[in-house]
């Protein structure tokens, strides 16, 4: 089982971060459906934590359900993600996790995200200063990166062990370039580089620290392939969860057991939708809610309506999607949602029928 630092995870799966999606609200719906061996917040300022303000602490917030969680922080300049990497120690984080994978301009300028792995002197600075914050409150500090900034210049491979000697605890690895930024498809090859690397490199320093692969785990079956073709001691998941919260149950089962579950019925998927309405509304407000279902409900409409017509294609939810955008309080959405399950408000997207039509 995947230990980091001192901390024992239940399961070797994890949340990923997802800016702007992996809330609270969220965490718990992907816990409370299990397998998850530990959720991550999304990218955090240490600059907005440490002023307060209310956009970073409404990121931030955790609770005692929410357990454990990576606190990821992200920047360039060492004293003050050390001062961050404090903050998310006083302020409830299990682990905390240093972003060097964020290929968005405004990130990068800064030297913050995949800017890191271009920067190792500054990035190796970053890390033993966090490690020495963090030593007395024993949380371990871990790293997210990419393979690279360039498609033709592996980094990873060798920033990681650098960055092992300084303290990193545990290195997740997403098998794509920063040049790539979510195009095409992850490389394992490229994560299975960086396991062994890693590897070798603990080996001579007798240190055991676990390489966690990350990309395109979208089935069940995906976890595992990932675990059995790059060696690597965990799987993070991301945008597979938004559409399928049992993901991390289910791939645990495949990979334990090597049985595939069923696939949750509809009215448990739409409960999935109200619990994670109800925790947004608990932890929230309505605007805040109401934002999030109206651009989230295509995400969870992609495991709904998969029943199939009498000429054996699916039933789509394209009435659901089209009520839950349309909807001015959450007691629209859930009236939406009743309809769905009494049958009602399916049909399939026109990308989708005109695909169809196309043959
Ligand atoms: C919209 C979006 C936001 C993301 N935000 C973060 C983030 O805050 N921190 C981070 O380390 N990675 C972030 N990522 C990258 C994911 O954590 C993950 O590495 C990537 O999506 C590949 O994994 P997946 O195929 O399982 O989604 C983000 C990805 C997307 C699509």
């Keep these: 089982m995947l230990k980091i630092g001192h901390v024992q995870l239940g399961t070797n799966l994890l949340l990923a971060p997802i800016a702007g999606y992996c809330d609270l609200a969220f965490r718990l719906v992907c816990r409370r459906q299990g397998g998850v061996g530990l959720a991550c917040t999304d990218l955090l300022s240490p600059q907005g934590l440490l002023r307060g303000t209310a956009t970073s602490l409404d990121l931030a917030r955790t609770n005692d359900e929410d357990k454990p969680v990576g606190m990821q ?6 004293e003050i993600m050390a001062e961050g990497a404090v903050w998310a120690a006083e302020h409830g984080a299990t682990i905390v996790d240093i972003n060097m994978g964020c290929p968005v301009d405004k990130v990068t300028k800064k030297d913050g995200g995949s800017k890191l792995l271009c920067i190792p002197d500054t990035t190796a600075e970053i890390v033993r200063r966090c490690r020495r914050a963090l030593e007395p409150y024993n949380i371990p500090l871990t790293c997210k990166m990419r393979l690279g900034w360039f498609n033709d210049q592996p980094i990873a491979e060798k920033l990681a062990p650098r960055l092992i000697d300084e303290g990193v605890q545990a290195v997740t690895i997403h098998g794509r370039t920063t040049e790539q930024k979510f195009m095409g498809v992850v490389n394992l090859d490229g994560i299975k580089r960086v396991v062994e690397a890693v590897g070798n490199h603990c080996k001579g320093a007798g240190l055991n620290v676990p390489v966690i692969g990350n990309g395109d785990v979208r089935e069940p079956g995906d976890a595992k392939a990932m675990l059995d073709a790059t060696g690597c001691a965990g799987v993070m998941i991301g945008r597979g969860a938004l559409s399928t919260p049992w993901l991390f149950r289910d791939s645990w089962s495949v990979i334990t057991t090597g049985t595939h579950a069923p696939e949750p019925s509809t ?28 651009r989230r409900i295509s995400w969870f409409g992609k495991r709904l309506g998969k029943e199939l017509d009498h000429r054996g294609r699916p039933v789509g939810c394209r009435g659901l999607k089209e009520a839950v955008r349309a909807a001015r309080s959450p007691d629209e959405v859930y009236a939406a949602l009743e309809k769905f399950e009494a049958g009602g408000l399916r049909g399939i997207d026109s990308v989708e029928a005109t695909a169809e039509a196309a043959g």
């Design 73 to 78: 922080l992200y920047g360039g300049i060492p």
């Design 267 to 294: 009215s448990e998927k739409l409960e999935i939708v109200r619990q994670y309405m109800r925790f947004m509304l608990q932890f929230r407000d309505e605007h805040y809610c109401m934002f999030q279902i109206r």
